[in-house]
Nanobody, 120 residues
Framework: QVQLVESGGGLVQAGGSLRLSCAAS??????MGWFRQAPGKEREFVGA????????GGVDSVKGRFTISRDNLKNTAYLQMNNLKPEDTAVYFC???????????????WGQGTQVTVSS
């Protein structure tokens, strides 16, 4: 059974950091990505990373603050979030696919999401 399980979310003060993890099981994926969705807003593409660690950036507001990485041996992708702002508050989702994917392509596998709340 293929699963993506996110972890690492929580409550943090503005300016703080969190690292989200997305642990995949059941198969390996060529591309792993991160999305987020704030209440009442559409889902945003945060970024993606390929098997060979080539990254694709997403929404401009996180550039320079968020970094995506992966550990293929652990079949896990990470989202390091620094200098967090209240507007980063959202549910963060991991997505994955066996093919190259970026942005709002049709990703075939999704995690359940992890809540990130940034207080001011």
């Amino acid at each position: 059974q293929v699963q993506l399980v996110e972890s690492g979310g929580g409550l943090v003060q503005a300016g703080g950091s969190l690292r989200l993890s997305c642990a995949a099981s059941g198969r390996t994926f060529y591309t792993m990505g991160w999305f987020r969705q704030a209440p009442g807003k559409e889902r945003e593409f945060v970024g993606a990373i390929t098997w060979s660690s080539i990254t694709t950036g997403g929404v401009d507001s996180v550039k320079g603050r968020f970094t995506i990485s992966r550990d293929n041996l652990k079949n896990t992708a990470y989202l390091q979030m620094n200098n967090l702002k209240p507007e980063d508050t959202a549910v963060y989702f991991c997505a994955a696919d066996v093919q190259a994917r970026a942005g709002y392509d049709r990703w075939n596998y999704w995690g359940q999401g992890t809540q990130v709340t940034v207080s001011s």
